[in-house]
């Protein structure tokens, strides 16, 4: 079996799987971590593997602590992977954005795929029918909007919620979010549709935190997968084991 820890800019996320099967999942901060992976590796006592995908920062001594328990391979761009990296700057490109490829390519093989991951950041990556990364772009996430405007405005202040009543907002705090979600969701439509009359037969999968509340609200047609970014890791990990 392989332990998944994800290290993300807001949290990490840890991961059982057997084989491509996910067993056991969760969502833990930091200081918590050691203790939460000695539960799951006594819960789960076979742990052969263990991958660690980091965006946030992860100690060097926790990395050692877990090297007790099995073998620790780091995700990077070095490692095998399953599809052509086309990137112009592969050592730059972001071990998430490559996990995402990663699992997309595997459940949508031959496939032209744009993968968009609603998070801190909005990112969008477009691997082709022929297995070949291209690219894509990153934006701020709706989260990341909210706090620019509070932070580089003298008056405006920090909203928290994405509710939308209506697009034409009556006060400050319904035209900020007015701003943000509308503009946002025109933003991921407008893209999903450059793509579309480029690449035909496009699929487009959606993940991320913010995943669930844009996938109700997007007129395109995606795919929501909220485990893409654990299932990738797994992926790779298995093509990288010794």
Do not use: W
């Amino acid at each position: 079996m392989n332990l998944i820890i994800d290290v993300g800019n807001s949290q990490i996320k840890v991961a059982v799987f057997k084989g491509d099967e996910l067993l056991s999942e969760a969502v833990m901060q930091a200081d918590t971590l050691l203790r939460q992976v000695q539960n799951f590796l006594k819960k789960f006592n076979s742990i052969g593997h263990i991958m660690v995908s980091s965006v946030g920062h992860l100690p060097i001594s926790v990395i050692k602590s877990l090297e007790v328990y099995a073998p620790v391979i780091m995700l990077s761009n070095t490692l095998r992977l399953p599809f052509k990296n086309d990137y112009g700057t592969p050592e730059t490109l972001g071990v998430d954005r490559i996990a995402l490829i990663a699992s997309a390519y595997t459940i949508y093989p031959n496939k032209n795929c744009l993968v968009i991951d609603a998070g801190s950041c909005i990112t969008y990556d477009f691997i082709d029918q022929e297995g070949h990364y291209k690219g894509g772009a990153i934006a701020p996430g709706l989260k990341m909007r909210f706090k620019a405007m509070h932070t580089f405005t003298a008056g405006l202040p920090l909203v928290d919620s994405f509710e939308l009543r209506d697009f034409i907002g009556t006060n400050t705090q319904e035209c900020m979010i007015s701003g943000v979600v509308n503009g946002s969701i025109n933003e991921i439509d407008a893209v999903i549709g450059q793509y579309q009359n480029k690449f035909k037969d496009l699929t487009v999968i959606l993940t991320g935190g913010d995943s669930h509340f844009l996938s109700k609200r997007l007129k395109s047609s995606i795919f929501a997968h909220p485990n893409l970014l654990l299932r990738g890791i797994n992926c790779i990990l298995e093509l990288n084991k010794h």
